[in-house]
Nanobody, 123 residues
Framework: QVQLVESGGGLVQAGGSLRLSCEFS????????MGWFRQAPGKEREFVAA????????YFADSVKGRFTISRDNAKTTAYLQMNSLQPADTAVYYC????????????????WGQGTQVTVSS
């Protein structure tokens, strides 16, 4: 069974940076595309970023483009989300996900999710 464990969340001031990690276990990591979603209080979960199995292709939500980067290390079976120039609007629980899908211009999560890590950005 695939397991995902996120880490790296915390409290940061606006303009600061955080790097989230997602440790994967239970299957062959390089068989999966990986993604990050987030959910703010009172809002639906939304797509943030995705990366192909090889790391060669990345996708970002317009709201984070130019500020966030997604990467992966297949040898370490870990995916990362580097978040720079953080804003209070980025405050949310961030979830790691396997095989997110783009369907009709909308992103949907794949079968496996982590437990989430809280990111809070103060103004």
């Amino acid at each position: 069974q695939v397991q995902l464990v996120e880490s790296g969340g915390g409290l940061v001031q606006a303009g600061g940076s955080l790097r989230l990690s997602c440790e994967f276990s239970g299957d062959t990591f390089s068989n999966y595309a990986m993604g990050w979603f987030r959910q703010a209080p009172g809002k639906e979960r939304e797509f943030v970023a995705a990366i192909s199995w090889s790391g060669g292709t990345t996708y970002f939500a317009d709201s984070v483009k130019g500020r966030f980067t997604i990467s992966r290390d297949n040898a370490k079976t870990t995916a990362y989300l580097q978040m720079n120039s953080l804003q209070p609007a980025d405050t949310a629980v961030y979830y790691c996900n396997t095989d997110p899908r783009l369907v009709n211009s909308s992103w949907y999560g794949g079968p496996f999710w982590g437990q989430g890590t809280q990111v809070t950005v103060s103004s």
